[in-house]
């Protein structure tokens, strides 16, 4: 149990320290609209969810709704219904407590790390998952943190050439998430929702929702095309 916690957290440590850059930027620019540093930081560690936290503080920024926030934040975490499901095996044997705990640190890095590794290694267990993901909420909530500490103090992001780090965060983390040419057309088609509604003059956040909810459509009915032709 302990080797694998310490195997998985080792394993993580290139893509915390990636992820450490643009935590560092979305607790910088929560800070300048109006969010305390401790606030980011317990987000991060409750919610420890890059996409859906950089979503939810855009649409707070710019509405003030919080029910805007909640909804596109959401819509952006539809995909870790697939994410724990593709675990449910690995982590079966574990106490009620454990499994929660390894739920909860589970995000894109230590999950894609965690699946890459068992299929080299198939004896590779929640352990690794936890490891992993336990150094990545640590490394996730002490940056962003950092970064909304800083933000409180300078004056203008944009003096410091900063006001484009919250879109360059997001434009990262969405290409971690992209998995090759098969993933185009529901991208395409997620994309294109989400223009055609916002261009209706409908809040940012339902168009982040419709997005979300025609991409997965389509790629469900591309995996049961798939399933046919096989």
Partial sequence: MKQGIKDGAIAILPLALGAAVYGFAVGLL?????????SVGLMSALVHAGSSQIVAVEQFASTGAVLG????GAALNLRYIGIVASLSEMLDSLPLRLR????HVTGDENWALTMARRARFPETGAPFLVGSGLVMISVWTVS???????????????RFGLGFAFTAAFIAMARGLWRGRAQALPWAVAAGATMVVVTLGAPKAYGIV??????????GLMCRAQGAVR
Avoid: K
């Fill in 30 to 38: 929560a800070a300048q609209v109006g969010f305390a540093w401790w």
């Fill in 69 to 72: 926030a909640v909804l596109a």
């Fill in 100 to 103: 929660l705990l390894a739920i």
């Fill in 144 to 158: 962003t943190g950092l970064g909304a500490a800083m933000g409180a103090v300078l004056p203008d992001l944009e």
């Fill in 210 to 219: 419709a997005g979300a909810v025609c991409g997965l459509v389509v790629t």
